[in-house]
């Protein structure tokens, strides 16, 4: 738990209040979604939401994501299936929408899981600053999981591609 948001003062060490809060929180998650149980993605999600809600309202809206806004399965401690689902539809929509970054994933054997993975099991709070995660944070919540595929076409988009920008992403989201 001290990994999730270590230069926040409210998660920085085991006596920070964040910690016991967020501890409450995934140990509720764990026994209410058994078949879940606990996913690392998951703690830096309520993290974050907990540093804007109240622990109570928090969970409520972990529960909301995991039960209404994701596909079922979407956290899964076995397979993750929603998520490896979800990685398949954006592997479909690249070649549509950004064919050069497909075709140089191609080019050098790269699954683009491999970069977009974390991105989605954290909601994006692993790769943007808390103030852009918040923002997209207010569009899935009202458009649902329609922004992810949005939010990960738009930043790979972002930067010309080149070959370091491509392993720059990679890197990064290995590090996440």
């Known amino acids: 738990m001290l990994r999730t948001l270590p230069n926040n003062l409210c998660f920085s060490s085991t006596n920070s209040t964040g910690i016991s809060r967020l501890r ?6 764990a026994w209410l979604y058994v078949d879940v149980g606990y996913c690392q ?15 109570e309202t928090a969970f409520w809206m972990m529960c909301s994501i995991v039960e209404d806004l994701l596909p079922p399965s979407y956290y899964s401690s076995l397979s ?3 998520v490896q689902a979800d990685q398949a539809v954006l592997c479909h929509l690249l070649p549509l929408y950004l064919p050069r ?3 140089l994933l191609k080019e050098h054997q790269i699954d683009l899981p491999l ?10 709070s692993s790769v943007c600053p808390t103030a852009v995660t918040l923002r997209i944070w207010d569009l899935f919540f009202y458009d649902g999981s329609v922004v992810l595929f949005r939010i990960a076409l738009a930043l790979l988009q972002l930067k010309p591609l080149t070959h370091t920008v491509l392993y720059s992403l990679i890197k990064l989201s290995l590090v996440a």
């Open 80 to 82: 993750l299936l929603g």
């Open 41 to 55: 993605g998951m703690g830096l999600i309520a993290a974050n939401l907990l540093l804007c809600l109240e622990e």
């Open 115 to 124: 970069i977009t993975l974390q991105w989605f099991l954290t909601l994006y």
């Open 24 to 29: 409450r929180v995934l140990r509720a998650l």
């Open 101 to 103: 970054l497909d075709q």
